[in-house]
């Protein structure tokens, strides 16, 4: 049985004195949710969510890397660099970062295998535009970004990540895709990663991002191939984002 996760991926938002009520409200329940938590703040705040979290069962995670060890990259940071301000995973190919910085497949499937290089935990994320879901191609391009990982760094290496499928059309737009929808995706990426290998499809978690809120969490969290969340705007609101995590206690009995 996978265990459930939900990350919170605050984009850039956030600001010291926010950072520091979000986290302790988050921390006065950390120890009652059914899931594993995540939070993943802009860079500059690394520093300040390692100490408020130290010892505590909230992990820390990180929005983008470089997939460069070290070097003239100027305004890169590197995996290494992550690792000691106690990050434990990394969002790949977030669609902002693919649409807004061009970050391309192979470009995600670099960074993945930097991350999983030092110990990480890649977290890719993939999904499909709405022009591409009604053009009929959200296989296609859901299963082409999957293959960038696969083909470069196989299949065992992937089973030490996680996948986070995000249709596009339902990130930050309130447009939430219907539970069925999600889960034949989510069926599609174990289907097309037990391909390569069954055991590694089943015990891979396959997250769901879009819109996700506390009153459609429950609903989504319940479908059979659909192990927890990555979650935006909901994850800057305390409460919201607790009920969220308490969601995925709603499915797993
Ligand atoms: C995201 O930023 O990955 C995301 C899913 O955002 P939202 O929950 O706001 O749609």
Redesign the pocket.
């Known amino acids: 049985m996978r265990s459930k996760l939900v990350a919170g991926?605050w984009?850039m938002h956030g600001g010291l004195a926010a950072n520091a009520a979000l986290l302790s409200a988050l921390l006065t329940e950390i120890d009652t949710l059914p899931c594993e938590v995540v939070v993943c703040p802009p860079f500059p705040y690394l520093a300040q969510a390692q100490q408020v979290l130290a010892g505590s069962a909230l992990k820390l995670g990180a929005q983008n890397v470089s997939q460069h060890p070290a070097g003239a990259y100027t305004g890169e940071v590197s995996v290494s660099m992550l690792r000691e301000f106690g990050c434990r995973y990394v969002l790949l190919g977030?669609s902002e970062r693919r649409a807004i910085y061009g970050e391309s497949d192979a470009t995600v499937a670099a960074k993945f295998e930097a991350v999983l290089a030092e110990g990480l935990v890649p977290v890719l994320c993939v999904g499909e535009t709405l022009a591409d879901r009604q053009a009929g191609e959200t296989e296609m391009v859901v299963g082409r970004q999957l293959d960038a990982v696969l083909a470069r760094l196989g299949v065992a290496a992937l089973g030490c990540g996680i996948v986070a499928y995000?249709p596009v059309w339902?990130?930050?737009t309130g447009q939430t895709a219907t539970p069925e929808q999600a889960q034949l995706v989510h069926a599609f990426i174990r289907q097309r990663v037990a391909a390569s290998d069954d055991e590694v499809a089943a015990k891979l978690r396959i997250l769901y991002?879009?819109?996700?809120k506390a009153d459609n969490a429950a609903a989504l969290f319940g479908q059979p191939d659909i192990d927890g969340g990555?979650?935006?705007?909901?994850a800057l609101v305390a409460e919201d984002f607790l009920a969220i995590c308490r969601a995925t206690g709603v499915s797993s009995s």
Not at 209 to 212: A, E, K, L
Not at 230 to 234: M, N, Y
């Open positions: 991926n984009k977030h995000e339902a990130i930050g991002g879009g819109s996700v990555l979650i935006g705007g909901a």
